[in-house]
């Protein structure tokens, strides 16, 4: 779609687009650029000079256990947190749109932990069970289980998805309420007036209506967790124990930061990259179109 | 419509037990909030001698005074301060240059136009935790580890913004821009006075995003506020933990974990209703 009525000039639009462009420049293309170029070399360990390698960090990335391990840790974190995130929204929407009266109340109340940045809610959900302090960490050993986050993997990884998933749900909740809010209400109550029980109705009438919602958050869910957790894993579990909860944007941190491989890490940005390349195309290409609201 | 029809909506005992069971929710969901607000307001021992009382106690003003004025390694006032000026600068900045090359993209026609709209348009895929390495060592080029500018500018990179006064602008009728034009009005004059106004909502829309975004950053201050009076109070928290085996003050911490999500939280909830339309707006 293109205006018909447009000002003349050419200066002065370049002028305003400058600053777009040149902060995009400066802070985007010249840094993407380096992670690519980077990516074909192997500095020396004085950081004196660089060795060309080609693709050959991506080929020791493609082998390396730990980096195979880090995809695989990826994936099941970001299908965790999807569910984790998605189910109960949307069982806490049904709930919201049964009511005429007080949803109203319930989203402001719900909404509240969206706010709350994934860093904090790590801090928060890292006190509940710390294994020195944590109350429910305290209430578990008194049930004669012990928990220890710190030592044991897979309690790791469950208490980082959950942090992630919290903040989600409200996120979550507001598309779903939306998105049953919408159901036309006629449909729904002539398929009850033709005696289809509640669950009836959910799943062959409420359900296929809101699909495009649920396909367009499982995409949007799955950047977050690919994408903007860093906060929740560095300040509960810095990717231990044993990387058991490092997903790929924590490793290139660790790589590049703490650990000062820059040609590692270059190449690990890369495939995040494409990562992210793919996941915008398949946002673009299959949600765009199906989503209304 | 009739709001009463009693065909879908539940009456009686199946609406107690929607409320009932909608309640229970908020409660799970707001658990963890009310623990930290309850650590906030009692003493060191209470906490490290489990299990913690579920009341609030007493010392609500000694410990939010403590974080406030004294903190771990830098006043918790000094953080939120910082963090206000990155969260303010992240939103307006990326508002006032979304807003000019959106301008410039619908209602102009110039040279390498359809290059920067496709430029503008591929930054919308890289967040900034993929290129953190080489735009690090950007911001130590140009000497801004440590500045406000160095928070702010990487983070404002992104086309989200613009991409949605795109959209808006193409939807303001051309009978206004047309009738702009006979009058020879000078294109500013019509941005300033027609399409700025016309674009409160949204502009207000996509400030309740964007504050949220910016409070939220975690990474990036992490990494180039090495000066703890430069760091923001979401990164900061973590930087209260003892490293080693000394025992965190949990009561300040706690506090200061409350602290950090107030602001957020007042702006969501007080404008929830242009939250909820900047968020589907912005993701569509």
Partial sequence: MEKRVIFRGWALPLLLIAPQVIISGIFFFYPAGQAIWQSLFIPDPFGLSAQFVGLGNFEFLLSDRFYRASFITTAVFSILVTLCSMIPALFLAVLADRLIKGSGMYRTLLIWPYAVAPAVAGVLWLFMFNTRVGVVSWYLGQLGYDWNHVLNGGEAMGLVVVASAWGRISYNFLFFFAALQSVPRSVIEAAAIDGARFWKRFFSIVLPLITPTAFFLLVVNVVYAFFETFGVIHTITAGGPQQSTTILVYKVFSDGFVGQDLGSSSAQSVILLFVVGLLTVIQFKYVEKRVHY | ?284
Wanted: net charge neutral; proline share 7%; hydrophobic share 60%.
């Fill in chain 2, 1 to 284: 419509m009739a709001q009463q029809s009693g065909m879908v909506e539940k009456h009686g005992l199946g609406l107690w037990m929607t409320h009932a069971l909608m309640i229970l929710g908020v409660l799970v969901i707001f658990f963890p909030i009310w623990l930290a607000f309850v650590a906030s307001t009692v003493s060191q021992p209470e906490i490290v001698s489990p299990p913690m009382p579920i009341w609030p106690g007493d010392l609500f003003w000694e410990n939010y005074k403590a974080a406030l004025f004294a903190g771990v390694n830098v006043p918790v006032a000094t953080m939120l301060f910082n963090s206000l000026v990155m969260a303010i600068g992240i939103a307006v900045g990326k508002i006032i240059i979304s807003l000019l090359s959106a301008f410039a993209i619908v209602y102009f026609r110039f040279p390498l136009r359809n290059t920067f709209f496709w430029m503008i348009f591929l930054t919308l895929m890289l967040p900034v935790e993929v290129r953190i390495v080489p735009t690090f060592e950007v911001i130590a080029g140009f000497g801004m580890l440590n500045t406000y500018q160095g928070l702010i500018l990487p983070l404002i990179a992104s086309a989200t913004a613009t991409f949605l006064f795109r959209q808006f602008f193409l939807t303001i009728p051309d009978e206004l821009a047309e009738a702009a034009r006979v009058d020879g009005a000078r294109p500013m004059r019509f941005f300033v006075d027609i399409v700025i106004p016309m674009s409160r909502t949204n502009i207000a829309a996509l400030f309740v995003i964007l504050f949220i975004y910016g409070w939220n950053q975690y990474l990036w201050p992490l990494l180039i506020t090495t000066d703890p009076s430069m760091n923001t109070i979401v990164m900061g928290i973590k930087q209260m933990f003892p490293s080693g085996d000394d025992v965190a003050e949990w009561p300040v911490i706690m506090a200061t974990s409350i602290l950090a999500m107030i602001p957020p939280v007042i702006v969501v909830v007080s404008m929830q209703k242009l939250f909820v339309r900047g968020l589907v707006d912005s993701e569509k």
